[in-house]
């Protein structure tokens, strides 16, 4: 079954890039930018992956990211990430990056994006992946600090796609950022959020109604709210789940209680993610394989929710 699931294609629609950033990686570019790390080596860093919420592993993730500096370093990540693509016949892609995790660190926006977006056209190019980048404002700073980075894209804007918003979600309501996601929209941005993967149903309905999103990142506990699964799917407002990140990070004690197919067979458009691969324990692949083992996820079933992907992909072919 894994091969077959691996060479289903998908589109892959959550996806951090910073998140991709696997151990092997991370110790080789403290060895280059002469940084020095608190782990002796890959083995002592892998072995800190285990959280009990979101905020453990978010602590980690800030701290890992602080080893990318230079263009060629966020062009180094973010071609590792393709070549998993590549691997696993995701043939389109819509990842996340984090400005503030880098300009609050003194890296310029361009030294960022430049790296990203070049690894991006290679893979176009190079390996016939299509992609999509959306920049994602930290919801644990304020919305000042996001409509600074807004100032800051608007140069560039044709190397995005959309905003979404990430980080921290408890006591970060979508509301918090309603302005800021007014005027992106004004802009011709796209919108996404992620909601409902800590936070209460109310956070979803915030993101639909105030931020005017596109799509839902993880939205897992819409389930809770009758209501809000029938807008969902009256809607076919499309979540991008991540199982395997929803088991670390504790959002469901064990994969067999996760709720995804639930959803798929009630219409819900949902899709399969590896939000944060490098610390989660696989990619696209083995978030399916996952549910297979533990949910048994038939190929019918893999199937819709791998054209549900493409479906849901902001940039039409
Ligand atoms: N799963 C997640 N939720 C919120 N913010 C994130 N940033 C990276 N991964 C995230
Ligand atoms: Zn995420």
Same mark, same amino acid.
């Given at each position: 079954?894994?091969?077959?699931?691996?060479?289903?294609?998908?589109?892959?629609?959550?996806?951090?890039?910073?998140? $991709?950033?696997?151990? *092997?990686?991370?110790?080789?570019?403290?060895?280059?930018?002469?940084?020095?790390?608190?782990?002796?080596?890959?083995?002592?860093?892998? +072995?800190?992956?285990?959280?009990?919420?979101?905020?453990?592993?978010?602590?980690?993730?800030?701290?890992?990211?602080?080893?990318?500096?230079?263009?060629?370093?966020?062009?180094?990540? =973010?071609?590792?990430?393709?070549?998993?693509?590549?691997?696993?016949?995701?043939?389109?892609?819509?990842?996340?990056?984090?400005?503030?995790?880098?300009?609050?660190?003194?890296?310029?926006?361009?030294?960022? %994006?430049?790296?990203?977006?070049?690894?991006?056209?290679?893979?176009?190019?190079?390996?016939?992946? $299509? +992609?999509?980048?959306?920049? $994602?404002?930290?919801?644990?700073?304020?919305?000042?600090?996001?409509?600074?980075?807004?100032?800051?894209?608007?140069?560039?804007?044709?190397?995005?796609?959309?905003?979404?918003?990430?980080? +921290?979600?408890?006591?970060?309501?979508?509301?918090?950022?309603?302005?800021?996601?007014?005027?992106?929209?004004?802009?011709?941005?796209?919108?996404?959020?992620?909601?409902?993967?800590?936070?209460?149903?109310?956070?979803?309905? *915030?993101?639909?109604?105030?931020?005017?999103?596109?799509?839902?990142?993880?939205?897992?506990?819409?389930?809770?709210?009758?209501? %809000?699964?029938?807008?969902?799917?009256?809607?076919?407002?499309?979540? =991008?789940?991540?199982? %395997? $990140?929803? =088991?670390?990070?504790?959002?469901?004690?064990?994969?067999?209680?996760?709720?995804?197919?639930?959803?798929?067979?009630?219409?819900?458009?949902?899709?399969?993610?590896?939000?944060?691969?490098?610390?989660?324990?696989?990619?696209?692949?083995?978030?399916?394989?996952?549910?297979?083992?533990?949910?048994?996820?038939?190929?019918?079933?893999?199937?819709?929710?791998?054209?549900?992907?493409?479906?849901?992909? %902001?940039?039409?072919?």
């Amino acid at each position: 079954m894994y091969d077959w699931l691996n060479a289903l294609p998908k589109a892959e629609l959550h996806l951090h890039l910073e998140g $991709s950033l696997e151990p *092997e990686l991370l110790f080789a570019l403290a060895e280059r930018n002469k940084i020095a790390l608190p782990w002796n080596d890959v083995e002592a860093l892998r +072995s800190a992956y285990a959280f009990n919420n979101l905020q453990e592993f978010l602590d980690l993730y800030y701290q890992g990211a602080d080893v990318l500096r230079t263009e060629q370093d966020f062009y180094d990540l =973010t071609w590792a990430y393709l070549l998993r693509c590549k691997a696993q016949n995701v043939i389109h892609t819509e990842p996340f990056f984090d400005p503030q995790t880098h300009t609050d660190r003194g890296i310029p926006f361009e030294v960022v %994006l430049n790296g990203i977006s070049a690894a991006l056209k290679d893979g176009q190019q190079q390996l016939g992946i $299509s +992609s999509g980048l959306i920049l $994602s404002f930290l919801r644990h700073l304020s919305e000042d600090e996001a409509h600074k980075t807004l100032d800051q894209a608007l140069p560039f804007r044709d190397a995005f796609i959309a905003v979404g918003l990430d980080s +921290s979600e408890m006591g970060h309501p979508p509301s918090k950022f309603q302005r800021v996601f007014d005027r992106a929209r004004s802009e011709g941005f796209l919108t996404v959020a992620h909601a409902g993967e800590e936070g209460p149903p109310e956070y979803i309905w *915030e993101a639909i109604d105030l931020l005017k999103i596109q799509r839902i990142d993880h939205g897992v506990r819409a389930i809770e709210d009758e209501r %809000l699964m029938q807008r969902i799917i009256d809607e076919q407002i499309p979540l =991008t789940v991540c199982p %395997l $990140s929803n =088991t670390k990070l504790c959002v469901f004690d064990h994969m067999s209680q996760h709720n995804i197919l639930d959803m798929l067979e009630r219409g819900v458009k949902v899709t399969v993610n590896s939000d944060d691969p490098a610390y989660f324990g696989g990619y696209v692949t083995e978030n399916f394989h996952a549910l297979h083992t533990h949910l048994g996820m038939t190929q019918d079933q893999a199937r819709r929710l791998a054209q549900n992907s493409l479906d849901a992909r %902001l940039v039409k072919p």
